[in-house]
């Protein structure tokens, strides 16, 4: 999401982000920013943002509004642009990290489809398939399609129920998983009991280590690292000698676990 | 019938690590063996005023018809549980409220929301689902899912255009072909099951199984199976841990033990001494 940073004689005073598709900034108070300056305009100027894109207008202010030094009436706001409001300046700030995951996440809403966006969709189906008995199952198909298409196609414009005349391309993109990052494999090597000197590698995302009915921890495998946490008994595991609390606990190389009795060593394999 | 010792209840709800607030909403009335999740969609904060009023106006109204009518009654005009209609009409209630409330109020206007709902009572329990939020069970250690999306990808793999695996990278997950709140009327889908004691119930948003495979969920569950509040949690974490695109809520349910309605003048007398 883009932002603001309001300031004056080089003193920071707010950041302000842009997520509402009509920012004001005027010296009223009903404005989303307001600056209390009298070179300031009642209704002065405002940033309209359309997904990423925003857009600065000056609202006609008596003493104008200055995009990077130029007085302007309308502009396109790039990433580092600097507004001058009289001695106030914001600079727009455009995440650009953070800009295809902003859109990815718009994108993600769930939103209705609503029946009439699906019969328009069967009907243009058929429109383009021409009539026939058997059509209205293929034209229910077709329109599935569509709509699926269209909603790709839709993806960022926030309005997927539009059944847009897309093309009928494969309804299903390429699998767009990012690979999980590569982590250190842990492992537990047991040291009492009567599996010691047993090992068990901690691939999973949890493992459940204990007695149930007696005590039971849980080995979670995380992007962080490996976690202990307790999950039933009325003692709690130890790590290096110390009783665990009810958040989970980070585990280090080599640290000593004892649970229900049993001693194990925590480790990294690679 | 208190159901509070008949029924464990664990929920969790998070924002995720991407959007700024929570469009979820849960509620659950272990008393009275209700629970309810609801995952609202609609401009800035239209989202958690839907789902807030699907789960507010749901369970203050159960909670009033409970107290005038068993679930299990038989009711007189469709010869089935009272539980099923109720369910059913309150969704509807809760649908005119939503509804009417985006048509009054423009920055209301197109809100709406996903919906789960169950209500337990003899054994049994009523579902009533709207959307793509979803109920899973884990018995006898095998976890499946009992509600099915009312959801373009569905529909597209019940037509056979595209496989469930297939389904799993699809981009348009999002899109829900019902929801609470977006037409003057919505028909839910509202279905009895039969309960067994050990039991667990998950009922989850998408922001769960869009970043939670089925397998995790259910190898987490029969972990942590022990500690419901602890599984509620570890749910969360993992769909925050793989990216937690969306808001994540979980809500967990445990059958301790058979719970049959009382039938009879002797089983009356034998509720009563309970």
Not at chain 2, 33 to 56: F, H, I, K, P, R
Not at chain 2, 67 to 95: F, S, W
Request: charged share 20%.
């Amino acid at each position: 999401m883009a932002k603001l940073i309001l300031s004056m004689d080089g003193l920071v005073l707010k950041e302000i982000p842009l997520s509402k598709e009509r920012t004001t900034i005027g010296r009223k108070a009903h404005n989303d920013i307001q600056i209390d300056n009298l070179a300031v305009s009642g209704e002065h100027a405002v940033i309209v943002t359309i997904l990423n894109d925003s857009f600065m207008e000056d609202l006609g202010s008596t003493n104008g509004t200055l995009v990077n030094g130029n007085p302007v009436k309308k502009h396109f706001l790039q990433n580092n642009d600097v507004i001058e409001l009289g001695k106030y300046k914001l600079k727009f700030i455009q995440e650009a990290g953070a800009q295809p995951a902003a859109a990815a996440a718009d994108f993600e809403k769930t939103m209705v489809l609503r029946p009439s966006a699906m019969k328009a969709a069967a009907e243009q189906a058929r429109a383009m398939g021409g009539g026939g008995a058997q059509a209205a199952q293929a034209a229910r198909q077709a329109a599935l399609q569509a709509v699926g298409t269209a909603a790709q196609a839709a993806g960022t414009s926030e309005k997927p129920a539009a059944p847009a005349a897309a093309p009928a391309a494969a309804p299903v993109a390429a699998p767009a998983v990012p690979p999980k990052p590569a982590q250190p494999l842990g492992a537990i090597q047991l040291l009492s009991g009567g599996n010691a000197g047993k090992e068990l590698e901690l691939s999973k995302p949890l493992t459940t280590l204990g007695k149930p009915g007696v005590q039971v921890a849980v080995l979670t495998r995380r992007p962080q690292g490996y976690f202990i946490t307790h999950v039933e008994g009325t003692h709690r595991p130890t790590v290096n000698g110390q009783a665990i609390g009810t958040s989970p606990h980070a585990l280090k190389d080599h640290d000593l676990v004892e649970i229900a009795g049993i001693k194990m060593e925590f480790f990294f394999k690679s | 019938m208190n159901y509070s010792q008949i029924l464990e209840i664990a929920s969790c709800t998070d924002p995720g690590m991407v959007r700024s607030h929570n469009e979820d909403s849960i509620a659950s009335d272990p008393a009275n063996g209700l629970v309810v999740l609801a995952d609202g969609m609609g401009g800035y904060n239209a989202g958690e005023v839907a789902s807030g009023m699907a789960t507010t106006v749901i369970t203050t109204e159960i909670q009033q018809l409970l107290g005038k009518v068993q679930p299990y009654q038989i009711d007189e005009e469709t010869k089935a549980p009272v539980a099923g209609r109720m369910i059913r009409e309150q969704v509807l209630k809760a649908n005119t409220s939503i509804y009417q409330a985006a048509q009054s109020q423009p920055q209301y206007a197109g809100m709406g929301t996903t919906l789960v709902v169950c209500l337990f009572y003899d054994d049994k329990m009523t579902v009533g689902h709207l959307g793509d939020s979803r109920l899973y069970m884990l018995r006898d250690g095998k976890f499946s899912q009992v509600t099915r999306d009312h959801s373009l990808l569905q529909e597209q793999i019940d037509s056979g255009i595209i496989t469930a695996d297939q389904a799993k990278h699809a981009q348009h997950k999002n899109l829900v072909t019902k929801a609470l709140g977006i037409d003057p009327t919505v028909e839910p889908e509202v279905r009895e099951y039969a309960t067994r004691p050990g039991d667990i119930y998950l009922l989850c948003s998408d922001g769960l199984c869009d970043m939670v495979d089925d397998e995790d969920m259910g190898m987490t569950l029969q972990a942590l199976g022990g500690n419901l509040k602890l599984a509620a949690q570890q749910l969360v974490q993992m769909a925050n841990d793989n990216g937690g695109k969306d808001n994540v809520s979980v809500i967990l349910v445990r059958v301790l033990r058979e719970y049959p309605a009382p039938r009879g003048v002797m089983g009356k007398v034998f509720a009563w001494l309970k």
